[in-house]
């Protein structure tokens, strides 16, 4: 399974963006999904996780309420769509696919893009 992310890029605070994984393969809809980001000098954090059919979502408390995720498994792809930007939300976002199931930590997931960079000025 190979993903690519994509959709980062320079924002203003208080922006939105949408970003977006791509997943090859034919069992991207039995994968749940989740987003994960890195700011400079800190540990990967988890951002949001959607399941399988999408029905189920969770996000982390930095986020509620601002990020939405949603997926489309006809096109094998996972967004995240971001409103209301901080600065502290800068950071190289990634998508991660997980065979068998979700959960909060990134050892959950066995599959990771490459990631896309996010960089909100204040």
């Known amino acids: 399974v190979q993903l690519q992310a994509s959709g980062g890029g320079l924002v203003q605070a208080g922006d939105s963006l949408r970003l977006s994984c791509v997943a090859s393969?034919?069992?991207?809809?039995?994968?749940?999904m989740a987003w994960f980001r890195q700011a400079p000098g800190k540990e990967r954090e988890f951002v949001s996780v959607?399941?399988?059919?999408?029905?189920?979502?969770a996000y982390a408390d930095s986020v509620k309420g601002r990020f939405t995720i949603s997926r489309d498994n006809a096109e094998n792809t996972v967004y995240l769509q971001m409103n209301s930007l901080k600065f502290e939300d800068t950071a190289v976002y990634y998508c991660a696919a997980g065979v068998r199931g979700t959960g909060y930590s990134a050892r959950v997931y066995d599959y990771w893009g490459q990631g896309t960079l996010l960089t909100v000025s204040s």
């Open positions: 959607i399941n399988w059919s999408g029905r189920t979502t």
């Open positions: 393969g034919r069992a991207f809809s039995t994968y749940g």
